[in-house]
């Protein structure tokens, strides 16, 4: 497959996924900024690089001066869904190649960057878009802790479910959730940190049916998907260009980091 159809499939995944759902967990977003918070963008202007179908651009409005969400795939579906708020902007364009022209108080890219062609060159476009003293928030999937999926699910996805209509992989993501349901409510409800996930499915429990759907939906979904270990992280953190760094384990599965531009 060629990089123009291969592009072309990727988009067409992505623009499935959120004219299907919409996130609007704000307590998982606030997890993923961790230790930013809401009120830490009051009066900025911010960054959303990989904004998806826009479900943080309304969080973010309510605090900050001025708010520029970029995507490559989804830009209109944020648009329409941010079109009320008037300090949103949004932006077609490849976060790792765009050049928007100016820079942010405050950048952030929350659970994009592992599904970029290049995650390093796509961090290192973020950075020239941070003002000195601006403050880098991103959140990826990690290496750690993701066995079972980088072992047996990635590999699956690439030689069948990519394959399969959506209305299928939606079907399979709901049946899968039920399944997965069944022993959340149950085993996992019992004392057992060693369990795989246990950590993350704390987190379900506090989400819907279809919120959940999402989750799966996601992971059955994603054209490409690299998982990210804390030495790549720390790079990115580099103490040559950051002060104030912060990373952090996330539900067991992810990394969130944060710093400010030196």
Same mark, same amino acid.
């Given at each position: 497959?060629n990089?123009?159809?291969? +592009?072309?499939?990727q988009?067409s995944?992505w #623009? %499935?996924q *959120?004219?299907?759902? /919409?996130?609007?967990?704000?307590?998982?977003f !606030?997890?993923w900024?961790?230790p930013?918070?809401l009120?830490?963008?009051?009066?900025?202007?911010v960054?959303?690089?990989?904004?998806?179908?826009?479900?943080?651009?309304?969080?973010?409005?309510?605090?900050?001066r001025k708010v520029?969400?970029v995507?490559?795939?989804?830009?209109e579906i944020?648009?329409q869904?941010t079109?009320?708020?008037q300090?949103?902007?949004?932006?077609e364009?490849?976060?790792?190649?765009?050049?928007?022209?100016?820079q942010?108080?405050v950048?952030?890219?929350?659970?994009?960057?592992?599904?970029?062609?290049d995650?390093?060159?796509?961090?290192?476009?973020?950075? +020239?878009h941070?003002?000195?003293g601006?403050? #880098? %928030?991103l *959140?990826v999937y990690a /290496?750690?802790?993701?066995?079972?999926?980088r !072992?047996?699910?990635?590999?699956l996805?690439r030689?069948?479910?990519l394959?399969?209509?959506?209305p299928?992989?939606?079907?399979l993501?709901e049946?899968?959730t039920?399944?997965?349901?069944?022993?959340?409510?149950?085993?996992?409800?019992?004392p057992?940190?060693?369990?795989?996930f246990y950590e993350?499915f704390?987190n379900?429990r506090?989400?819907?049916?279809?919120?959940n759907?999402?989750?799966?939906f996601d992971?059955?979904n994603?054209p490409?998907t690299?998982?990210?270990?804390?030495?790549q992280?720390?790079?990115?953190?580099?103490p040559?260009?950051?002060?104030?760094?912060?990373?952090?384990?996330?539900?067991?599965?992810?990394w969130?980091a944060?710093?400010t531009?030196?």
């Open positions: 497959m990089d123009a159809a291969v +592009r072309q499939r988009q995944e #623009l %499935i *959120w004219k299907e759902f /919409e996130d609007n967990a704000s307590f998982l !606030a997890g900024i961790y930013a918070t009120d830490d963008f009051g009066g900025k202007t960054l959303d690089a990989g904004c998806g179908g826009g479900q943080h651009l309304a969080q973010i409005a309510v605090h900050a520029v969400g995507d490559l795939n989804t830009a944020a648009r869904r079109a009320r708020l300090n949103v902007t949004v932006l364009a490849d976060i790792a190649e765009m050049d928007l022209g100016e942010f108080d950048v952030l890219s929350i659970g994009v960057i592992h599904h970029t062609d995650p390093d060159k796509t961090v290192r476009n973020l950075k +020239r941070i003002k000195p601006g403050k #880098l %928030i *959140w /290496e750690e802790g993701n066995f079972l999926v !072992a047996l699910l990635e590999p996805k030689s069948f479910l394959r399969l209509p959506k299928i992989v939606r079907l993501a049946v899968l039920v399944t997965i349901s069944l022993p959340v409510y149950s085993i996992y409800l019992l057992l940190p060693s369990l795989p993350y704390q379900w506090r989400l819907s049916f279809r919120r759907v999402l989750n799966v992971k059955l994603a490409q690299a998982f990210i270990p804390r030495e992280v720390q790079r990115w953190m580099s040559y260009e950051f002060r104030e760094v912060h990373i952090s384990c996330y539900q067991g599965i992810s969130r944060s710093g531009k030196i």
